[in-house]
């Protein structure tokens, strides 16, 4: 552990983007201001532990880690795609025509006004 002195309203860096510093001293309390990036999560200790406890219950399940529950879960059933494709091919897609197809005609643009 590095301990360092510093007086009211000095700062220490880390790296390039977080600065400590001393903002009031008063008796044997220090308040430390921190400036670091919105990326990276500043808590008290005793919030972070709190933080980490919660997210290690939330990954199980009734006791039962989640990234243990794939070898307790068995596969779904495995699709046969030449079953799949032999039911297409037995049931083409109807070619009839809607009443009035036949009446259509081919748009040629001969009644078209051109400015």
């Not at 390039?16 to 309390?29: A, H, L, Q, W």
């Not at 200790?45 to 307790?72: F, M, P, R």
């Amino acid at each position: 552990m590095l301990v360092l002195s510093r007086l009211r309203d000095e700062t220490i860096m880390i790296g390039d983007e977080i600065e400590i510093t001393v903002v009031d001293i008063r008796g044997d309390k220090v308040r430390l201001g921190i400036s670091a990036p919105t990326k990276i999560a500043v808590h008290r200790k005793e919030v972070y532990e709190a933080i980490k406890k919660e997210n290690e219950q939330a990954a199980t399940l009734n006791g039962v880690a989640l990234g243990t529950l794939s070898d307790k879960l068995s596969p779904g059933p495995q699709r046969n795609r030449t079953v799949a494709a032999s039911r297409l091919s037995s049931n083409p897609i109807s070619q009839e025509r809607f009443p009035g197809d036949s009446d259509r005609k081919e748009d040629t643009g001969a009644d078209r006004r051109t400015a």
